[in-house]
């Protein structure tokens, strides 16, 4: 299972666009790059999930680079409810219930 | 959206007692759901693979006689915390996913999570 390393921790301000980077730089052919999200006391929260290029929801962007060893989660004009730990993982598809997950970022909003 | 129902939410036991949490799907059904544990401002850690209508895949590490998980349904799977200890206090967290979920939505869904102490 390709390892997976994320900031630890990141502050912002309400309003400002957030990037969170993971390095995957053991990623397979077959691997996809998920996003995660959780708040104290409550399980994860699927964000977003990509193979390469750009991939876009309404809530996050994902940005992938063609070797694919990193990923970039993108997160527009944050509020304070988006403080959280968000987490990168790595895996098949339809198999990400045996990725790892890593340390995650935990994310602090400022007003 | 896929829902996954875990409950209770919290739960408090004396040690030496039995728990048993339940994990449900509630509007599709699972062949396969995780079990996870984690710890205080740690990360999150599979303890299981829970497998509809055959044994549980532990991971190494896990007593499987400690933690007894069942899968009797398709839509239900339990974990059961025997004899628990203190050190067993933690928050345990669930996962399946819609095999027919289609699309870039390829995430698994996550149970609200357990919250045990073991007093």
């Known amino acids: 299972l390709a390892k997976t390393t994320q900031p630890i921790s990141m502050d912002s301000y309400e309003g400002q666009e957030v990037n969170i980077t993971c390095s995957h730089n053991?990623?397979?052919?077959?691997?996809?790059i998920t996003w995660y999200q959780q708040f104290p006391s409550q399980g994860p929260r699927f964000i977003i999930q990509?193979?390469?290029t750009k991939v876009t929801n309404e809530v996050a962007s994902l940005f992938i680079p063609a070797d694919r060893k990193s990923s970039t989660l993108s997160l527009p004009r944050v509020s304070l409810s988006d403080t959280a730990v968000y987490y990168c993982l790595v895996g098949v598809q339809g198999n990400a219930g045996k990725s790892t997950f890593g340390d995650g970022t935990t994310l602090t909003v400022k007003p | 959206g896929a829902v996954v129902s875990q409950h209770p939410s919290r739960v408090i036991c004396k040690s030496g007692t039995s728990v048993k949490i339940e994990c449900r799907s509630l509007d599709f059904q699972a062949t396969t759901m995780f079990w996870y544990r984690q710890f205080p401002k740690k990360s999150l850690m599979l303890m299981a693979t829970s497998n509809e209508g055959s044994k549980a895949t532990y991971e190494q590490g896990v007593e499987k006689d400690k933690f007894l998980i069942n899968h009797a349904s398709l839509t239900l799977s339990t974990l059961t915390v025997t004899s628990a200890h203190p050190e067993d206090s933690s928050f345990y967290i669930c996962?399946?996913?819609?095999?027919?979920?289609?699309?870039?939505?390829?995430?698994?869904?996550f149970g609200s999570g357990t919250r045990l102490t073991v007093v």
């Open positions: 996962s399946a996913r819609d095999p027919w979920e289609s699309g870039a939505n390829y995430g698994y869904t």
């Open positions: 053991n990623i397979a052919t077959n691997d996809y």
């Open positions: 990509g193979y390469k």
